[in-house]
């Protein structure tokens, strides 16, 4: 590749990067929001998810652009090296999306321990006949 060709691509990889994890940080501040009831919480998770995702692709994009592809061809190679490309953006959004179900189905699983047991300790406050025994002073 000449070096035109080489900044094409790094540029068009860049672009691509930056515009999914933008569309991952647009995405996944509302998710955020839900699990954890806080603005402030689902922004700064949000933007840290964003950062890692940014470091690890452009990083892997970095080295894939060095290496020498065994194809015919400037267009060939083009081709190629972009169809890595895109192969490693899916998977670090598809990892950055595994991440966000996980602390999502972590957090709901938490509530709703927590909810149990408030359920179970006013259970247990409360006589056969249904009102609420005073707790002992």
Do not use: C, D, W
């Not at 895109?86 to 709901?108: D, K, P, Q």
């Amino acid at each position: 590749m000449t070096t035109g060709q080489y900044l094409v691509f790094l540029v068009v990889a860049l672009a691509l990067t930056v515009a999914v994890g933008r569309v991952l940080f647009l995405s996944g501040e509302p998710f955020l929001e839900e699990v954890f009831q806080s603005k402030e919480t689902a922004r700064s998770l949000n933007l840290l998810l964003t950062v890692l995702f940014h470091l690890l692709t452009l990083g892997v994009l970095a080295i894939i652009s060095t290496i020498e592809v065994p194809v015919e061809g400037v267009l060939q190679t083009m081709v190629t090296k972009f169809g890595v490309v895109l192969v490693i953006v899916g998977i670090a959004y598809g990892v950055s999306m595994l991440v966000l179900f996980r602390v999502r189905e972590r957090r709901r699983a938490a509530v709703t321990a927590e909810n149990v047991q408030v359920r179970i300790a006013e259970q247990r406050s409360r006589p056969a006949g249904g009102e609420p025994v005073p707790p002992p002073n």
